[in-house]
Structures are given as structure tokens and as C-alpha cells.
């Protein structure tokens, strides 16, 4: 071989090598693909710069930013402003500063809030389709998640005619009977609590009360403390969740524990408007946020419920706990109201029955 043509393979050798080099990616400076690529599907799904304008949104709800459904709202606003990179910002009221329980459905509808949480059992004089989920029995608690799947095409439909749509919804709790100091007994049957005046949270839910032969009575949650102390109440029918953040335990230490129906129905929902003018990828976020801080407050209640009985046996309190025969009882007590319901209740309330009773439950 001639010194010429020597000259021009060892020139040549390293530009052959090039294409091979770059198929590897195997340099320091070039780490491999999937390396790279690693943790991907834990990003956030969208980037700012691809969502549009950013938005401001407030969060109005009842609770105390301790409670769990509290926490879990602004788990929902964390993640949103996290996975949107500050896109969508979303200022939250607590304790009632910008809706109540009563009104947050209307105020959610008119847009003075732009999501809000309230209990739906206050609203079923303006919304009828609504009565259906606050007649005791007429699903199982054991089977709350169940039962929301199966009913949620039909209260998103009854939603819509309020101008929302839910994001996220909350174990509200199971019911629990509580009795001040002047009652101190266990609930076993509609006997013992006969002739006592029981705070109720919604219209459906004193039915239920007096089917037992209690009578129920109306009072706001600020003013709960002080009616039970008074004795204007001997005690009430609502969720441990709430007797728990309102404290109800001080003034009425007596707890007892059904399998009925859990406190009441109330979804965080947004104004229809508002989300129709987010963009396709703030919708996505604000979807994926809602049903992360769901699970988050899941696992709050649990908690929670732990913190609660410590909290009744400080209070010199006792917690019983109903057998599923006297559990059967109530449910039986109230199950009359669902044809009366039927009645009042319009075509989508009777799709709402219809629905909650072909849920899973262990007393059908």
C-alpha cells in the first residue's frame, strides 16, 4: 500500500466511527435515553406555558382548615397550583367567610364562589331531586364509594341543572346519635330516643328522625354548643366528622354509633361557567388534582376517627356501637319515606332512588 493511500484510511477511520457513536449515545456528555426519560409519568401533566391565561379562582367550604375535608381542599389547591406551575391559583375561605352549608349550592350556581362545598341536604326545598340521598337507609354506608360510582351520572345531571358540576366528594362520615349530659344512655332502639329533640341538617334527614319518633330540630352549626349546653337540644343524628370539628362531645358526651346512612351528601363543586372557560389542560389538572386530594382525604378520615374517640373518652364520653339487627330497625323505621319521596321528588329524583337503591347493601 502506498504511504498515500495510508494517510487517507487513517483519516477516514474516526468519520466512519461517528455514525455508531451517536447510535450509542453512550458518552459522558450524551447519557443513555432512559436515563433521561426516568420519572416522567410522575410530571406534572401539563406545563404553563401550553394552558392558557392563568386563572384566579376562590374555594369557599364550612370547615376548619383542621378538619379533614378542610385539608383535603387545600391538598386539591396545592396540587393545582403545583402541577399547573403556578398557572391556576385558587384562594380558599374556610369556616363559613365565604359560603355556608346552606347557601353553598346557590352561591356556587351564581358564581360567588367559583367552587364550593356545602351539605345538599339543606337545598332539597329548592332542588327536590336532591331528597333522595338524605332518607336513612336507603343505602348502605359500608358501601359509601360504591354507592357514589353508581350514582354519580345522576347527580352530576341534577348538578348541572344548578349550574355546577362536582370535582370531588367526601366520606361525609357515618351517622352517629349524640346525647348531652342530661341523656345519659346508649341508642340501642327508637325507644330510647323517643320524644328527645335531636338537631337535624336537612329537611329528608327530620323525616327520618321523626319516623323514629324523635323531633327534630334545626340549628346552625355555630350555634350547636350552645343549644346542647342549654339543653334547647337534648342532642342530635349527624356524622361523627362533624360532631368531632364542632366538638359537640363536650356538651353531649353519649355516643352512639349507627350503620345507616353516612352524614349527608356534599360534593366540592365547581360553577359550570367557570370551568367552561378553562382550557382543555386546566380542566385536566383540576381533574387529576380533585381525585389525588379524594384519596388524601380517605385517608384523613381514618385518622381522624382516631383522634375522635380519644376525644369523647377525655370528654368522660362513651362511644356504642349499634348491632346490624338494631341498625336494621331504623332502616326499616324510615323505609316508607322513599315512595313518599318518589312522589315529590321529579323524574331525575326518581332516577336518584332508583340508583341508590341498586347500590350493594347488607340490609335488602
Not at 341543572?161 to 340501642?188: A, G, P
Not at 321523626?210 to 337534648?234: H, N
Not at 359550570?272 to 385517608?299: C, F, H
Amino acid at each position: 500500500m502506498s504511504r498515500k493511500h495510508f494517510f487517507f484510511l487513517l483519516l477516514a477511520l474516526p468519520l466512519a466511527l461517528l455514525p455508531l457513536a451517536a447510535c450509542t449515545g453512550a458518552t459522558e456528555e450524551s447519557p443513555p435515553a432512559a436515563a433521561e426519560t426516568a420519572g416522567q409519568d410522575e410530571a406534572p401533566a401539563d406545563s404553563g406555558e401550553d394552558l392558557g391565561d392563568p386563572v384566579e379562582l376562590n374555594l369557599g367550604h364550612l370547615f376548619p382548615t383542621t378538619d379533614y375535608r378542610g385539608m383535603a381542599m387545600q391538598k386539591f389547591v396545592d396540587l393545582c397550583s403545583e402541577y399547573s406551575g403556578g398557572n391556576i391559583s385558587i384562594t380558599v375561605f374556610p369556616s363559613q367567610t365565604l359560603v355556608t352549608s346552606q347557601d353553598a349550592l346557590k352561591s356556587t350556581a351564581s358564581g360567588v364562589a367559583d367552587i364550593g362545598m356545602g351539605a345538599l341536604s339543606f337545598n332539597v326545598s329548592e332542588v327536590p331531586a336532591l331528597a333522595p340521598l338524605d332518607i336513612q337507609g336507603i343505602y348502605d354506608p359500608d358501601y359509601f364509594w360504591e354507592t357514589y360510582e353508581i350514582i354519580k351520572p345522576t347527580l352530576n345531571k341534577i348538578l348541572e341543572t344548578q349550574n355546577q358540576k362536582c370535582l370531588m366528594i367526601f366520606d361525609e362520615t357515618d351517622s352517629v346519635f349524640y346525647l348531652n349530659k342530661k341523656n345519659q344512655r346508649e341508642v340501642h332502639a327508637a325507644a330510647d330516643i323517643k320524644g328527645l329533640r335531636l338537631r337535624d341538617h336537612g329537611m329528608w334527614i327530620g323525616k327520618s328522625i321523626s319516623a323514629w319518633g324523635a323531633s327534630p330540630q334545626t340549628v346552625m352549626p355555630a350555634d350547636i354548643a350552645v343549644a346542647l349546653e342549654k339543653g334547647t337540644v337534648d342532642g342530635g343524628f349527624t356524622g361523627w366528622g362533624f360532631v368531632n370539628s364542632y366538638r359537640c362531645f363536650e356538651n353531649a358526651p353519649y355516643i352512639s354509633y349507627a350503620k345507616i346512612a353516612k352524614s349527608c351528601w356534599s360534593p366540592m363543586a365547581i360553577n359550570l361557567d367557570v370551568w367552561n372557560r378553562l382550557s382543555p389542560g386546566q380542566q385536566e389538572i383540576m381533574t387529576r388534582a380533585a381525585e389525588e386530594a379524594q384519596d388524601y382525604g380517605k385517608d384523613l378520615t381514618e385518622e381522624q376517627f382516631e383522634v375522635f374517640k380519644g376525644e369523647v373518652e377525655k370528654s368522660g364520653g362513651t362511644i356504642y356501637y349499634l348491632t346490624q339487627e338494631e341498625n336494621q330497625a331504623f332502616v326499616d323505621a324510615a323505609a316508607p319515606l322513599i315512595e313518599e319521596c318518589r312522589g315529590t321528588s321529579g323524574e331525575l329524583g326518581n332516577e336518584l332512588i332508583d340508583a341508590l337503591l341498586s347500590a350493594p347493601s347488607n340490609y335488602r
